[in-house]
């Protein structure tokens, strides 16, 4: 017998639990506590335009409360084929999430008008959601592209609002790499003074903001070709450890053994090759 | 329709909206400026080691400001926290160890300045010093000293103790190399200086990789019956 759930599940954010929250914030706040805070998470995103196209680039560190969590991690998203890029601070999950959507609704959208799409058009898209939430998807985000109206940049704050301007920067580290921008920005650069910019920016967050760190990303786009330069600069190199600290076999005690032989036959057989780099 | 938990109020009944004048913050009277230290007590040796970055909120303040203080040829102090308290304090340790001098005619020793410490922090245990504190030193008989503390005053004596903003990443690393903690048939031969300072270095660069507030430098405070020798290592600045 089927068992059929009488409650349709609502999708989206739910808000059962505001009211609870606001009375424990309530008695903790008389205990001199304080309930726990939505973080604004590390980075520094930066974006110009220069004579041939856009320049987006970022840093490469997650942090999580102040732990680096990723040493190493992606915030130049792309989404679609021909030009238009993304850079993401902000909850890590929101900017996972947002890509994707973004990605698929722009090859529709393409597909409806028969065009190819606009940057104006996925910012648009972008804004009318992050608005539909509230401010609730904690991203702020770049979008940087190069469209039949010539290059672009937009930026995108959390709850909706949007600015175009010839050069920008989002993250903790927006006022390290802001002040690189204004002091040497100018319109029309040439592209290898232009990437030089965009990596100083991006390193004055590294060093100067505690939630920046690590690699510059770059992303190069112009109207015929698309230059993702993954770890495009290292200003950082990791400490060279000086011990030795591996084990010998037998250094961990094993407490009990219990073998179960399993009774199976081999049907198939197949090789897949960790990555143990 | 979307509602957050700034529509509620104190009761968990919906707020009126209207304006509240002017509103007043509770003003905080410290601030966490980072740092991790470190001391290790060797058969007759003592480090103590500690960063060198300053920071605030995602800022940093400075790259050279260590938090190792030395108090006198067989005593070294770290300090992390809150740095206007740490600067206070040893202001104080440093008076108190004037006085005794000309008192007692002699100088303080590791295990003094230690339970002298821990009165001047439960002194102030209503409202104290913001500061974790760890003294390296040699003993009365020249073998190395621990004593760490908690903000208030709680002390003991240790072999190797890890404190600061990256204290929870350093003391397992030290149990197992140190202490020999979880491990199974490995001699267990006493540290000698030169390995130890290896070490120290290693869990420092460690360290920075994963924690935001510790990097810039490190610096090693080696002491001996020979004095108190310094040395520094850069780490990663990011």
Do not use: W
């Amino acid at each position: 017998m089927l068992n059929i759930s009488t409650k349709t599940p609502t999708g989206g954010f739910s808000f059962e639990n505001t009211r609870r929250n606001a009375v424990l914030e309530a008695n903790l706040s008389e205990k001199g506590y304080s309930a726990p805070n939505a973080r604004k998470t590390g980075t520094t995103i930066a974006g110009l335009i220069f004579k041939d196209g856009v320049i987006l680039g970022a840093d490469t560190r997650a942090t999580d409360d102040m732990v680096v969590a990723d040493k190493n991690c992606m915030k130049i998203h792309y989404i679609s084929l021909s030009e238009t890029f993304f850079t993401l601070p902000g909850v890590a999950a929101d900017a996972d999430v947002t890509t994707q959507m973004m990605s698929s609704n722009v090859e529709l959208h393409s597909l409806s008008t028969g065009r190819p799409p606009l940057v104006a058009m996925v910012t648009r898209q972008l804004k009318q959601m992050l608005f539909r939430y509230q401010g609730h998807i904690g991203s702020s985000l770049i979008v940087g592209g190069v469209d039949v109206n010539g290059p672009q940049l937009y930026s995108i704050y959390p709850h909706g609002s949007y600015d175009k301007l010839p050069f920008l920067t989002m993250g903790s580290g927006a006022a390290s790499a802001i002040s690189v921008f204004e002091d040497r920005y100018k319109p029309n650069m040439e592209l290898e003074e232009a990437k030089q910019l965009v990596r100083d920016a991006i390193t004055a967050g590294i060093f100067c903001d505690l939630g920046s760190g690590s690699n510059v990303d770059l992303c190069v786009i112009t109207d015929k070709t698309v230059d993702y330069l993954r770890g495009y600069d290292q200003p950082v190199q990791k400490g060279m450890r000086g011990g030795t600290y591996r084990y010998k076999p037998g250094t961990t005690a094993v407490l009990t053994k219990t073998v179960t032989p399993l009774p199976l036959d081999v049907v198939d057989e197949s090789v897949q090759v960790m990555d143990t780099e | 329709m979307m509602m957050s938990a700034q529509a509620y109020g104190d009761k968990g009944k919906m707020k009126e909206y209207h304006y509240t004048g002017p509103v007043e913050h509770k003003f905080s009277p410290y601030a966490f400026n980072g740092g991790t230290v470190l001391a290790v007590a060797g058969e007759d040796f003592a480090l103590v080691a500690s960063d060198t970055r300053l920071s605030e909120g995602y800022s940093i303040h400075s790259r050279d400001s260590p938090k190792c203080y030395k108090l006198t040829d067989t005593t070294v102090i770290g300090c992390s926290g809150f740095h206007g308290d740490c600067l206070t304090l040893t202001k104080i340790i440093e008076a108190r160890l004037k006085m005794y001098k000309h008192s007692n005619n002699k100088n303080m020793t590791s295990g003094a300045i230690a339970a002298m410490l821990s009165t001047i922090l439960y002194g102030r245990r209503f409202f104290p010093y913001y500061v974790y504190n760890i003294i390296g030193g040699l003993d009365e008989e020249g073998r190395g000293a621990v004593y760490s503390f908690d903000p208030v005053g709680s002390y003991q004596r240790d072999t190797y103790k890890a404190g600061g903003s990256a204290s929870a990443m350093l003391q397992p690393l030290l149990d197992n190399q140190i202490g020999f903690k979880n491990m199974e048939n490995v001699e267990q031969v006493p540290l000698s200086l030169e390995k130890a300072v290896q070490l120290v270095k290693d869990v420092f660069i460690s360290a920075a990789e994963r924690d935001v507030y510790t990097g810039d430098a490190l610096k090693i405070c080696i002491i001996t019956k020979e004095g108190v020798r310094e040395e520094i290592v850069p780490l990663r600045k990011d």
